[in-house]
């Protein structure tokens, strides 16, 4: 994996006090097959998909920021602002969204105390929830921290640094959900009033169904009707 900080900001970005040593890891480096170009570019009102993940971090208050992307980095950075940010290439992302999340941990500050893994094709979460997580893990010193809509688990997922070594040890494209699985009675679930965190663009049916509910101004809830809790 190759690290790289992007940006004339980078040097004031290595506070380990900044949201409380939290390190925002984004997983942007898939393939995006089905969609025709890299899915980090696809238009969502008005901007990139994944500048909508990364506007959501620097306003929930997170300074330091991995963007993991895959074998169309250099095409993104021209179009989306990384400045102020850590970006590490992942070669193989074939290897699945374990991989990412190894580049990730990787490129990320020594000091780091807790990692919030952010899937980049998740564009509707809310600074808020952002907030929610860090500030609950800092009250508590909870392990992991997953946030609840309407009783139904979602992402971003927080998870401290003690679990670094069983997040490097996963492989294929199954995330950090056996992590989570094997410590179940350590998560913490934080309830947000965010039905972002249930939605995520995988398919341009997908991509067409956000856009239109966000160019009516329809309540998000919309896009998450019918999901029983899991």
Known sequence: MLFARTGPAAADTLSPKSAG???????????????????????????????????ALRQGGLREI????????????????????????????????????RAGLRAAPPETAAFLIVLGDQPLVAPGTIRALVARQEAT??????????????????????????????RGDVGCRGVVARHASEVMEVRVDDPGILVDVDTPDDLERVE?????????????????RR
């Open 21 to 55: 040593g939290v390190t925002a890891i984004v997983l942007a480096a898939g393939a995006s097959a089905r969609m025709g170009m890299p899915k980090p570019l696809l238009p969502l009102a008005g901007k990139p998909l994944l500048a909508h993940s990364l506007d």
């Open 66 to 101: 991995v963007v993991v992307l895959g074998a169309e980095a250099e095409r993104v950075r021209r179009v989306v602002s990384l400045d102020g940010m850590s970006v590490a290439v992942n070669p193989d992302p074939a290897q699945g969204m374990s991989s990412s999340i």
């Open 141 to 170: 010193g909870a392990r992991i921290l997953v946030p609840t809509y309407g009783g139904v688990r979602g992402n971003p997922v927080l998870l401290h640094r003690s679990l670094s070594a069983e997040m490097e040890a996963v």
């Open 212 to 228: 239109a509910v966000l160019q009516k101004g329809l309540p998000l809830s919309r896009l998450v009707e019918g999901r029983g």
